[in-house]
């Protein structure tokens, strides 16, 4: 890649955040660690983003476990550039992308999605990590855009065997999910795959809850539990509970 991607990718910031003018956080830590456990599956640090000014305001402690360097040191452009040469381009359409995305839905219902995708990035020892990169809204714009986000990167290195980096639309509160998104095409809603109660089991099996502790957790019988588990194995058509937490992790159903 000859030219320097990042003008544009700040560009593609600016329009999502509908603002070039930047504001206080208006969001407290317990907030942001509330909002970090809807995503932490594995080891994984997270970061607060400023689209307006292009700058990572914030990096969490646990990106020196996840990547090796210290929080001051992962900066835009440091994030950026160590992004495997692979995966430059598919970082950079996914961004296009998600301008796209929100620029079709209505502004209040931005902090209704969580963005999700996965790319590598590279360890200070050299080596490269796969990365899942889930980013939220936590602070809007007057106009109605995204104007800083939390981003949580969870270390899947181990967990997800494909190659094929996918980005997915997550919907909350009753929203529609647009799973495994073409990038630069048109959105098509994805059934659900999994229930509400289904989804909720396979988040704490991930965990590592077994059926008792379950059964204990959320106030129903053991019996109860493994049917619910029978099912999960059968709409995901997997074979165990590993496979399905791979599968899970790899499509981003939760």
């Keep these: 890649m000859n030219r320097d991607p990042l003008p544009e990718l700040e560009r593609i910031w600016g329009t999502v955040a509908r603002s070039n003018v930047s504001a206080e956080p208006n969001y407290s ?14 080891d994984y640090y997270y970061l607060i983003f400023n689209l307006v000014t292009s700058t990572i305001e914030y990096v969490q402690e646990d990106i020196t476990k996840v990547l090796g360097c210290l929080p001051e040191e992962f900066t835009t452009e440091y994030s950026f550039v160590n992004i495997h040469p692979d ?7 996914v961004q296009n992308t998600a301008m796209k995305f929100f620029s079709q839905i209505q502004p209040e219902k931005s902090s209704k999605y969580k963005m999700r995708y996965d ?10 990590r ?13 106009e109605g855009g995204a104007l800083r986000v939390l981003s949580v990167h ?4 181990h967990l997800k065997t494909s190659t094929k980096s996918v980005l997915s639309f997550i919907g909350l509160d009753g929203e529609p999910s647009f799973i495994d998104v073409e990038l630069q ?36 019988s ?4 493994n049917t619910h588990r029978r099912n999960i194995l059968r ?15 790899r499509e981003g159903w939760l």
């Design 235 to 249: 709409k995901t058509k997997t074979k165990n509970t590993s496979e399905v937490i791979c599968k899970a992790l």
């Design 154 to 157: 969870t270390d899947i290195t």
């Design 185 to 220: 095409s048109a959105f098509k809603p994805t059934k659900p795959i999994l229930t509400k109660r289904e989804k909720e089991i396979l988040k704490n099996l991930i965990e590592g809850h077994n059926s008792k502790t379950l059964s204990e957790k959320l106030f129903l």
């Design 29 to 42: 830590i317990d907030y942001i660690k509330k909002i970090v456990d809807i995503f932490s599956i594995a």
């Design 87 to 93: 995966d430059v381009s598919f970082f950079l359409n």
């Design 222 to 225: 053991v019996e109860t539990i």
């Design 119 to 128: 790319y590598r990035l590279k360890h200070t020892d050299g080596s490269y």
């Design 130 to 142: 796969r990365i899942l990169q889930q980013v939220y809204n936590i602070q809007s714009s007057p």
